[in-house]
């Protein structure tokens, strides 16, 4: 195989390894986006539980807020996945809430290390690169010579 044919194909490989790594930090800021609002919802749950009765706003969307008194406010409904609502006391709703960071913290885990393979990846192709860069310059000069 020719050096110039090699470089090209290090080349189209280490875009594909520079995609997939944007890709997958795509993937850990949504992640941590995810983890920041259920900080947040724990955080109110948290005060939710403590108060005897709460009037709040609620958020209509827009930029538009409601004032609503909260009757009951010890239960909540939460979402456990794949459109499922179900009724929880506050306590276990946070719970839930701190078992799905849990799992957000352990997927960003193992996308961070997969980002790392990728770098030591892009890093080696980008050596080799540099070798066969100098190998086809030293072949240039090699047939100016002849």
């Not at 930090?25 to 949504?30: K, S």
């Not at 009037?55 to 979402?79: H, I, P, Q, R």
Request: aromatic residues 4%; hydrophobic residues 40%.
């Amino acid at each position: 195989m020719s050096v110039e044919r090699n470089i090209q194909e290090r080349l189209i490989f280490f875009e594909g390894l520079r995609k997939e790594a944007e890709g997958i930090q795509e993937r850990i800021e949504e992640i941590q986006t995810i983890k920041n609002e259920l900080d947040r919802t724990i955080e109110c749950l948290e005060f939710f539980d403590k108060v005897e009765s709460v009037e709040a706003l609620l958020n209509l969307g827009g930029g538009v807020f409601a004032y609503a008194d909260v009757k009951e406010n010890k239960k909540v409904l939460v979402d456990v996945g794949a459109g499922v609502i179900i009724e929880k006391e506050v306590k276990d709703a946070i719970e839930t809430l701190r078992n799905k960071k849990d799992e957000m913290e352990k997927t960003e885990q193992k996308l961070r290390d997969l980002l790392n393979q990728i770098a030591s990846q892009m890093m080696k192709i980008q050596k080799e690169l540099e070798e066969l860069m100098k190998k086809a310059r030293e072949q240039e000069l090699q047939r100016k010579k002849d």
